[in-house]
Each structure stands twice: as C-alpha cells, then as structure tokens.
C-alpha cells in the first residue's frame, strides 16, 4: 500500500533552516502531484509546496514563496521541503501528501494519500 514517511521536522531559532523529507514507498512515482502541507493548533491544514513528478513544475503558497524549494529525487522516490528564513508563524504539522488527479496543486482535497506529518517549531 502507498506508504508516505516524512522526517526532518525540529525545534529551530527564527532565521534558522529545516529541510523535510519524504520518503514515498507503494506506488509508481510517477504522474502524480507531490505536496507539502501544514496544520497549525486551530487552524485549517493549508498547502505550502507541490511538485509534479514527471515534469518538476511547481506552486508555492505566498506565505513561503522565496523561503521554501519543494524538490525532488525520483530515483529514491523522496520529496524535500528545504525551508529557510524560518518564522515563528511557520510552526505547525508538516505533512507530506500524493495525488491524482490534481486540479489545484495546493488544494487539500485533492490530494488521496497522506504522512503522518512531522513537527516544526520555530522560536521567536
């Protein structure tokens, strides 16, 4: 079965940097979306980074646009989250997700298969 494993996540200063991994198992990566998405306490999970598998095209939310590079490794079947300038609104669940098909790469209820998510805090 599709299987999502995310690590990486930690406790860092503000300014500070975090790369997350994904490690993707179960499924043939290929002709899927790649996302990462983030739940913050009380608030809705939101999508951050996606990535298309074939082709490497990809959305940022605007909140990280500059700050945060989704890629790829299809040769280990991993995505990356490499987050810089980290801020303390950052901190939340980061979870690594597949789907398709997408229509709205950073839409949540597009994507079918789901991490359990690693945490990421960030101190002011």
Same mark, same amino acid.
Do not use: H
């Given at each position: 079965?599709?299987?999502?494993?995310?690590?990486?996540?930690?406790?860092?200063? *503000?300014?500070? =940097? $975090?790369?997350?991994?994904?490690? *993707?198992?179960?499924?043939?990566?290929?002709?899927?979306?790649?996302?990462?998405?983030?739940? *913050?306490?009380?608030?809705?999970?939101?999508?951050?980074?996606? &990535?298309?598998?074939?082709?490497?095209?990809?959305?940022?939310?605007?909140?990280?646009?500059?700050?945060?590079? &989704? =890629?790829? @490794?299809?040769?280990?079947?991993?995505?990356?989250?490499?987050?810089?300038? $980290?801020?303390?609104? @950052?901190?939340?669940?980061?979870?690594?997700? *597949?789907?398709?098909?997408?229509?709205?790469? $950073?839409?949540?209820? @597009?994507?079918?298969?789901?991490?359990?998510?690693?945490?990421?805090?960030?101190? =002011?």
């Amino acid at each position: 079965q599709v299987q999502l494993v995310e690590s990486g996540g930690g406790s860092v200063q *503000a300014g500070g =940097s $975090l790369r997350l991994s994904c490690a *993707a198992s179960g499924y043939t990566y290929s002709n899927y979306w790649m996302g990462w998405f983030r739940q *913050a306490p009380g608030k809705e999970r939101e999508g951050v980074a996606a &990535i298309y598998t074939d082709d490497g095209s990809s959305y940022y939310a605007d909140s990280v646009k500059g700050r945060f590079t &989704i =890629s790829q @490794d299809n040769a280990k079947n991993t995505l990356y989250l490499q987050m810089n300038s $980290l801020k303390p609104e @950052d901190t939340a669940m980061y979870y690594c997700a *597949a789907g398709r098909p997408v229509w709205r790469p $950073l839409g949540r209820y @597009d994507y079918n298969y789901w991490g359990q998510g690693t945490q990421v805090t960030v101190s =002011s």
